[in-house]
């Protein structure tokens, strides 16, 4: 079940979650507050089981691809029965309502918009070539836009994390689809490589890796982001070398390189935010 709901990734998005918190959204509040904060807490919380409960309807839908693009993965998610995996997403989703009700109504509209954007996505949007990938990075990005709106933080700076986090995701939920071509030329999904070739598709991402360097380039040379250029030029350097190994990339084993490569750059980026000021943490628990 856990490679079902994909923990690992669920750990990193509360890990992102917290550290944006702390040293992005609220810089000046007390790293006690923050981290002592019920409400951020159940924000938090209600995130991580919307996420899984994603995770479980998509593996539902996705069942039969799967099968073709990632069947040694797919042996060890069919030890889960359907029936269970289905029982296990009501639940979380209803668990999820539930917390997010101790917060606000508003809280309940976001978490229920937010389960619901993630089903229709599963059952219907992916398989709308481009809109799909578009909603897919904006639904990943979502559990940081609620904790942005509870902490009511409007700097541009936000916007440019933001901007740079969609750019490269999107551009990843691309080569996932030149990926898994196979599986979804057989099971007529209308994703933009099956439309329009590859061809088509990796002048997209290009463009996309291309576009993701400006926000960090902003990040560096107009705010004060701390040590955190020692996270963004290397990133640059990353995704220049990527529109590179994407213009010679020919098969699968090319695309999962370049996937590998973004997903470093995101998960990296987590880490990376520790390098705004090494010693705040130290500081403001003192």
Known sequence: MFSVV??????MVVLAQYLA?????????PLRSVL???QLF??????????AGGYI??????????????????MLDRLVSQRFKLTTYFILN???????SAISFKAVLFFSSYIFGIWLYSHKLKRIPFLGNLISALLAIAPFFVVFVYYKNVETVIFFHAGF???????????????????????????????????LSKAIIGCLLLLAILPAAFLISSYEIGHMYLYFYPCIALLLGSVYLLNRAENKGHFVWLHNILKFIIVSGVFGILLIDVHLVLNRIL
Not at 6 to 11: A, E, Q, S
Not at 57 to 74: G, H, Q, R, V
Not at 94 to 100: D, E, G, I, L
Request: hydrophobic letters at 50%; one cysteine or more; charged letters at 20%.
């Open 42 to 51: 159940i924000i938090v919380f209600c995130s991580a089981l919307v996420i």
């Open 57 to 74: 309807i998509n593996n539902f839908y996705d069942a039969e691809k799967d099968l073709i693009n990632k069947p040694t993965k797919s």
């Open 165 to 199: 986090l969609f750019f490269v995701i999107l551009a990843r939920e691309l080569i996932k689809d030149l990926e898994n071509i196979a599986g979804d030329v057989a099971l007529n999904y209308r994703t933009l490589p099956v439309l329009y070739g590859t061809r």
């Open 21 to 29: 918190s702390i040293y992005i959204l609220s810089p000046d509040v």
């Open 94 to 100: 209803f668990s999820t309502v539930f917390a997010a």
């Open 36 to 38: 002592l904060d019920p």
């Open 6 to 11: 994909r923990g690992y990734n669920i750990l």
